[in-house]
């Protein structure tokens, strides 16, 4: 065991396909498993909108603007770990005459195309499950109610969302590459977790760490969700008579989501820092989530987490800490 203190730190991550991707003092930094089993460690230039301009690291800003970098650099990692893991060589393997045609014949435009079109089919398909399929329900609930939940008509929505949410992750979390994934999710909180007790970072010092963290996206999407029915309850109070239209009440909601969003990135970055009673309330929902978001990994991916943290820390942890 290590003589370090225990700290908090800035240090995140997430999980990728065999591998992990952590962001701290120095940068941002992958480790992802090759076929040959060797563990591909590799430093990512990213260049974030406030360090080009203040004002989009000021509060609430920081997280509309962090939510969005957050998500194309995680899709940018996970191509990326797809890549050294050799998925996309099995996927090559497994293409039939046509799509190897079609990809001989347009290259990376066609990829580019099938990506634009993937994305704009699950933007369609988030907008369908969480925006529209809670008001459609909240419509016909409420017609069997001759009306009477009307008052509750945010809360129940956003309950629903909640139900839908986990339920979704729930299904995809019995999927043997998921739960692979979430296997890495594990690792890289564990070893967080490890780092932050001040313990030497080992396979058996990790193992011995929780899987659950306060600062894990799981908790941010739980807060936002938790947020967004505090939000939706007062616009349908202040908005009653948008409310009793499905189309604009919808987008009333679209509208006010990057103060979700802004006010859900402050809360995490200050429970990352604090572990009070309200604190410990709020993430209670997003720690139990983790509970299907994670899974106990091996000591092969514990592996991987390390040394994803190690190539993002600094010798002295005072410099780790959160800004």
């Not at 001989?104 to 529209?132: N, P, Q, S, W």
Request: charged content about 20%.
């Amino acid at each position: 065991m290590s003589d370090k203190k225990t700290h908090k730190t800035s240090v995140g991550g997430q999980a990728l396909i065999e591998g992990v991707m952590m962001q701290g003092p120095k940068g941002v930094a992958t480790a992802v498993r090759k076929p040959d089993g060797n563990i591909c460690v590799e430093h990512h230039e990213v260049r974030h909108l406030k360090d080009k301009n203040k004002f989009w690291g000021f509060p609430l800003i920081r997280g509309i603007v962090g939510f969005f970098e957050s998500m194309m650099l995680g899709y940018k990692m996970l191509m990326y770990s797809a890549e050294v893991s050799g998925m996309e060589d099995i996927e090559d393997a497994e293409m039939n005459k046509f799509e190897k045609w079609i990809t001989d014949k347009l290259g990376d435009k066609f990829m580019t195309l099938i990506m634009g079109i993937a994305t704009v089919l699950g933007f369609a398909l988030a907008f369908l499950i969480f925006f529209y399929l809670p008001v459609l329900a909240f419509n016909r609930l409420n017609a069997w109610a001759d009306g009477s939940l009307t008052p509750w008509q945010g809360t129940i929505e956003g309950v629903i969302k909640i139900i839908i949410f986990v339920v979704y992750i729930a299904l995809v979390s019995r999927m043997n590459d998921i739960k692979r994934t979430f296997m890495y999710h594990g690792a890289e909180h564990k070893s967080i977790a490890c780092y932050e007790a001040g313990l030497e970072l080992t396979v058996e010092n990790v193992k011995k760490c929780s899987r659950f963290h306060p600062r894990c996206g799981t908790s941010f999407i739980f807060v936002m969700l938790i947020l967004s029915i505090v939000l939706s309850t007062l616009l349908s109070k202040i908005f009653p008579a948008i409310a009793e239209v499905r189309v604009l009440w919808m987008f009333l909601k679209i509208a006010f989501l990057p103060v979700v969003m802004g006010l859900g990135y402050e809360f995490i970055k200050y429970a990352g820092r604090h572990d009070n009673l309200f604190v410990k309330i709020v993430s209670a929902p997003g720690l139990w989530m983790q509970r299907l978001t994670t899974k106990e990994p091996t000591d092969d991916i514990i592996e991987v987490g390390i040394e994803s943290l190690k190539a993002v820390i600094t010798d002295n942890p005072e410099d780790d800490g959160i800004k």
